[in-house]
């Protein structure tokens, strides 16, 4: 794990303002490393080339939600089937607050890779996310590539 640590991942301010105890089982742990390891480190890698070629400044990715125990995705509104409680799902934001051509760039850095869902969260009239989503897996194991936005809670393809 090169850009991410299992603390940065973990790290829930709901968690600690409810006393909701967040911490990693070991199976869990195993996916989040593997999930960096295998997505998130090489994606942040190429997104801080991107920044450099283009400016953009501090290309580091600030996540906003990683893994979730069951107690604390209940206290989130989550999904009872969220990839989060299994460490295989994070929420990012671009510290460079460039969400929109983080979004553009997540889009076709993953044409060609294995994950399960990038979903461009919450988006404005213009398309710009307040955060993106980024699954590896499923429950089932799957990695079914969806590219979805989420527009007035619903999701649809992505735009």
């Given at each position: 794990?090169?850009?991410f640590?299992?603390l940065?991942?973990?790290?829930s301010?709901?968690?600690?303002?409810r006393?909701?105890?967040?911490?990693?089982?070991?199976?869990?742990?195993?996916?989040?490393e593997e999930?960096?390891t295998?997505?998130?480190?090489?994606?942040r890698?190429?997104?801080?080339?991107?920044?450099?070629?283009?400016?953009?400044?501090?290309?580091?990715?600030?996540?906003?939600?990683?893994?979730?125990?069951p107690?604390?995705n209940?206290?989130?509104?989550g999904?009872?089937?969220?990839?989060?409680?299994?460490?295989?799902?994070?929420d990012?934001?671009?510290?460079n607050?460039?969400?929109s051509?983080?979004?553009?760039?997540c889009?076709?850095?993953?044409s060609?890779?294995?994950?399960?869902?990038?979903?461009?969260?919450?988006?404005d009239?213009?398309?710009?996310?307040?955060?993106?989503?980024?699954g590896?897996?499923?429950?089932?194991?799957?990695?079914?590539r969806?590219?979805?936005?989420?527009?007035?809670?619903?999701?649809?393809?992505m735009?």
């Amino acid at each position: 794990m090169k850009y991410f640590t299992l603390l940065e991942l973990t790290r829930s301010a709901t968690a600690q303002s409810r006393h909701i105890d967040n911490r990693l089982d070991p199976t869990s742990a195993a996916r989040l490393e593997e999930f960096v390891t295998a997505l998130l480190d090489p994606l942040r890698e190429e997104w801080g080339r991107l920044c450099q070629r283009q400016g953009l400044g501090i290309p580091a990715l600030n996540v906003t939600s990683g893994y979730r125990s069951p107690q604390l995705n209940r206290a989130m509104g989550g999904s009872p089937t969220s990839a989060h409680c299994l460490g295989l799902a994070v929420d990012l934001v671009p510290a460079n607050g460039e969400l929109s051509r983080f979004k553009s760039f997540c889009r076709t850095w993953l044409s060609d890779r294995d994950f399960d869902q990038l979903i461009s969260e919450n988006e404005d009239s213009e398309g710009t996310p307040r955060w993106i989503h980024l699954g590896f897996r499923n429950r089932a194991g799957e990695q079914r590539r969806q590219k979805l936005s989420m527009i007035r809670g619903r999701y649809l393809p992505m735009r």
